[in-house]
């Protein structure tokens, strides 16, 4: 019975004092205030607000070239600048020799077809369901092989690959062949030609 009076007495004492406190000192007692719990992601204010982006299988700008068919899945636009995704339809002619950047990064993904990447001095054969990331400053080549067309998926770091096709989309056959400009036109786009 002392033990349940004692512990009556404490809790009394307890909340007599924690009156007292509060009847003398103007105390605020904000630290023990419930805090909003939240699973949202914080997000910085100076991030710009961007939509969400849907592309559909006949949407995106198409680059129709010779040796492939380039689609703009996700534009620079659409990704606040990071990265444009693209999907090229290669022909079994496709080729792209020994070449570098120094800026940007790439990123394939096959989908379709056996593509053979040169890797600085290795050499890898990509089949269905294979990524290969290749960052700046590798030399890579990239071509098609078996005779038979190859697809994929090509991520490019930072964006805005797209501006580049644009802008060779307005070449005429003369500047495609003439070798100056073409070195001008890919120093300007941080394609450095190694072979």
Same mark, same amino acid.
């Given at each position: 019975?002392? +033990?349940?009076?004692?512990? =009556?007495?404490?809790?009394? #004492?307890? !909340?007599?004092?924690?009156?007292?406190?509060?009847? $003398? &000192?103007?105390?605020?007692?904000?630290?023990?205030?419930?805090?909003?719990?939240?699973?949202?992601?914080?997000?910085?204010?100076?991030?710009?607000?961007?939509?969400?982006?849907?592309?559909?299988?006949?949407?995106?700008?198409?680059?129709?070239?010779?040796?492939?068919?380039?689609?703009?899945?996700?534009?620079?636009?659409?990704?606040?600048?990071?990265?444009?995704? +693209?999907?090229?339809?290669? =022909?079994?002619?496709?080729? #792209?020799? !020994?070449?570098?950047?120094?800026?940007?990064?790439? $990123? &394939?993904?096959?989908?379709?077809?056996?593509?053979?990447?040169?890797?600085?001095?290795?050499?890898?054969?990509?089949?269905?369901?294979?990524?290969?990331?290749?960052?700046?400053?590798?030399?890579?080549?990239?071509?098609?092989?078996?005779?038979?067309?190859?697809?994929?998926?090509?991520?490019?770091?930072?964006?805005?690959?797209?501006?580049?096709?644009?802008?060779?989309?307005?070449?005429?056959?003369?500047?495609?062949?003439?070798?100056?400009?073409?070195?001008?036109?890919?120093?300007?786009?941080?394609?450095?030609?190694?072979?």
């Amino acid at each position: 019975m002392a +033990t349940i009076l004692s512990s =009556k007495m404490l809790a009394l #004492l307890v !909340l007599f004092c924690l009156c007292m406190e509060i009847y $003398t &000192f103007p105390v605020e007692l904000t630290a023990f205030k419930e805090q909003e719990q939240t699973t949202k992601p914080q997000i910085p204010m100076s991030a710009p607000a961007i939509s969400y982006s849907v592309t559909k299988n006949d949407q995106g700008a198409v680059y129709d070239w010779q040796n492939d068919k380039i689609t703009i899945r996700l534009a620079a636009s659409q990704t606040q600048g990071l990265f444009t995704l +693209t999907e090229d339809a290669m =022909k079994p002619t496709f080729k #792209l020799g !020994l070449h570098m950047h120094r800026k940007h990064a790439e $990123t &394939f993904h096959i989908l379709e077809g056996e593509v053979e990447f040169r890797l600085d001095k290795n050499t890898q054969i990509a089949q269905p369901g294979t990524t290969i990331h290749v960052p700046s400053n590798v030399p890579h080549g990239v071509r098609v092989i078996n005779g038979r067309p190859a697809r994929m998926l090509m991520l490019y770091a930072p964006g805005g690959f797209e501006n580049i096709l644009k802008e060779m989309k307005t070449f005429t056959d003369a500047q495609f062949a003439d070798e100056k400009f073409m070195t001008a036109f890919d120093e300007k786009h941080d394609n450095i030609i190694l072979e």
